[in-house]
Nanobody
Framework: VRLVESGGGLVQPGGSLQLSCATSGFTFTTTSMTWARQAPEKEIEWVSSVTNSGTKYYADSVKGRFTISRDDSDKRVYLQMHDLTPDDTAVYFC?????????????RGQGTQVTVTS
């Protein structure tokens, strides 16, 4: 299993970023995918998930601002983030599977840093 996140960076409050996760080593089309994040000195927090059939779920903290999507032909999952605030600052992880697997290091990538600051 390989998960490689990209797209993080430094952005001002109110800005946008799109994260991407390239995957390999498993059957992507039958697998739910999740984004999670970890702010400094905090536990890993679930952000959003998309099932293999395309049903999407969002944490209340990001609902209306973030959009998860998947490209089964390219085996990628995306997280479009708008209206970013400093509270969104975290390392963002792509997770193979549902929300509970966010705490399994073998099920997530190395992460990409998102920093929201003026």
């Amino acid at each position: 299993v390989r998960l490689v996140e990209s797209g993080g960076g430094l952005v001002q409050p109110g800005g946008s970023l799109q994260l991407s996760c390239a995957t390999s080593g498993f059957t992507f089309t039958t697998t739910s995918m999740t984004w999670a994040r970890q702010a400094p000195e905090k536990e890993i927090e679930w952000v959003s998930s998309v099932t293999n059939s395309g049903t999407k779920y969002y944490a209340d903290s990001v609902k209306g601002r973030f959009t998860i999507s998947r490209d089964d032909s390219d085996k990628r999952v995306y997280l479009q983030m708008h209206d970013l605030t400093p509270d969104d600052t975290a390392v963002y992880f792509c997770v193979k599977g549902g929300p509970l697997l966010r705490n399994d290091p073998a099920s997530r990538g190395q992460g990409t840093q998102v920093t929201v600051t003026s």
